[in-house]
């Protein structure tokens, strides 16, 4: 006996019933997805809520979360093939405008993410104070940019200070130790620093320089993921938008999930603080803020740091390395 073959998938559908209906994403394997992330919360937080709130799942995405101490670590990792897509600072305005990788999502202006602290027990209580001395930070990343803003706006360039690099923690290590009078940091470092340093005093923080000098945190992946997984980065795009929501809309219902899951070390008031470090926008206005050409402006603010810096020779713009159209055809105002 010949079976017509659609009848008979719609004979089977039927009955199936209602167990088929509304759940596609159980019925489907899940797309695996291996993200990399840096641990402040103007990074990672919505990456965190999306989490708690089976929005990956929803839009089916199993993730993998990989902890990176910097940026640019972050990149190494993935233009080395062990990561789909990263979230990361500043050093977003880096790596794609070497052609290595694209962004595709905005996450948040670090509106005082990044602080300059120094030691008054060693003589230092102004920015007059610092020329001529070591200042321990992790060049191309957040402070580092900040830091560069900062000297220039009170009289310094970078031949009056010794700029030590290192991975933050071990700047921070260097600074609590004694070794360097300085340390250009991101939160949530400065609370290690409170603690440790009694002596400490915040010098200033980026807030002082916004937005002239806002700096962007955000996610990129490889030009090739890029290329080929457009409906992917969709899917991560309205994942992020449900966490970035929850954290603008319930902002203190959201701090505190979390922290109590993934900075219980940091005291709730001082992550809260740390929220106001950061400027997050619902997930329409961002829209406008990709339509309108500021993301793009913000990040072009800091490839030009890096291409003055010297570290980056024929500079990709940002309005080349980062594509906002993924954005715009899925976040609908």
Do not use: C
Not at 178 to 193: D, E, H, S
Request: charged fraction near 20%.
């Amino acid at each position: 006996m010949t079976i017509n073959r659609r009848k008979f998938l719609a004979a089977a559908g039927a009955a199936a019933g209602t167990a088929t209906i509304g759940m596609p994403a159980l019925a489907q394997a899940k797309t695996k997805i291996r993200i990399g992330y840096v641990h402040t919360l103007a990074v990672d937080g919505q990456m965190w809520l999306a989490d708690h709130l089976g929005a990956f799942d929803k839009n089916g995405l199993e993730t993998e979360f990989k902890l990176f101490q910097t940026g640019l670590e972050l990149f190494q990792a993935m233009i080395g093939g062990s990561l789909d897509v990263l979230a990361t600072g500043a050093v977003i305005s880096n790596f794609p405008a070497r052609g290595q990788g694209k962004m595709f999502l905005a996450n948040a202006v670090e509106f005082a993410t990044a602080q300059l602290w120094v030691r008054e027990d060693q003589g230092i209580k102004s920015f007059a104070d610092l020329k001529g001395k070591r200042i321990a930070t992790t060049v191309g990343t957040t402070a580092h940019v900040f830091l560069n803003t900062a000297l220039k706006a009170n009289g310094l360039g970078a031949g009056d200070v010794e700029i030590m690099n290192q991975r933050m923690p071990d700047a921070v290590t260097s600074f609590i130790s004694g070794a360097v009078p300085a340390v250009a940091l991101w939160v949530p470092f400065n609370i290690t620093v409170r603690e440790k340093v009694p002596a400490a005093k915040k010098l200033v923080d980026a807030s002082a320089y916004y937005p002239q000098a806002a700096i962007m945190s955000g996610w990129a992946t490889t030009t090739e993921f890029h290329g080929k997984n457009r409906e992917v980065l969709a899917r991560i795009i309205r994942a992020w938008a449900e966490g970035n929501d929850y954290l603008v809309g319930k902002t203190d219902e959201a701090l505190a999930i979390v922290q109590k899951k993934q900075y219980p070390q940091v005291p709730l008031a001082d992550f809260k603080e740390q929220y106001t470090a950061e400027k997050a926008f619902p997930a329409a206005e961002w829209r406008k803020l990709y339509a309108d050409g500021t993301v793009t402006k913000w990040l072009q603010q800091v490839t030009d740091f890096f291409a003055a810096t010297g570290n980056i020779p024929n500079p990709i713009p940002a309005s080349k390395y980062f594509d906002p159209s993924i954005y715009l055809d899925t976040i609908k105002g």
